[in-house]
């Protein structure tokens, strides 16, 4: 069992930044591949991005590209999302998710935390 605590979120106004944390544990963190999600009111959850176990490759959907990063941490068993020119479309809950090396789904998911962009 691998169990995702997520934090950072909150309000922001439009254009300006904020970092999502997941940090891990009950299994070994450098062995999993990391996504993050998010859903908005009414919509379906959507990827955002992943990143490999090895932290050399990163996936982001074209909707974040150029605005957002991914970065991890093994030390801290800790993957990140940096956001930066927040747009008001971004406002959702964004989940941390985890699989193993080579698996198609995502098994392990986080409680989840609110980011709202908004003047």
């Known amino acids: 069992q691998v169990q995702l605590v997520e934090s950072g979120g909150g309000l922001v106004q439009p254009g300006g930044s904020l970092t999502l944390s997941c940090t891990t544990s009950?299994?070994?963190?450098?062995?999993?591949?990391m996504g993050w999600f998010r859903q908005a009111p009414g919509k379906e959850r959507e990827f955002v991005g992943a990143i490999t176990a090895s932290g050399y490759n990163t996936a982001l959907a074209e909707s974040v590209k150029g605005r957002f990063t991914i970065s991890k941490d093994d030390a801290k068993s800790t993957v990140y999302l940096q956001m930066y020119s927040l747009k008001p479309e971004d406002t959702a809950v964004y989940y941390c998710?985890?699989?193993?090396?080579?698996?198609?789904?995502?098994?392990?998911w986080g409680q989840g935390t609110q980011v709202t962009v908004s003047s």
């Open positions: 998710a985890a699989k193993p090396r080579g698996a198609a789904d995502y098994p392990y």
């Open positions: 009950g299994r070994t963190f450098s062995y999993l591949v």
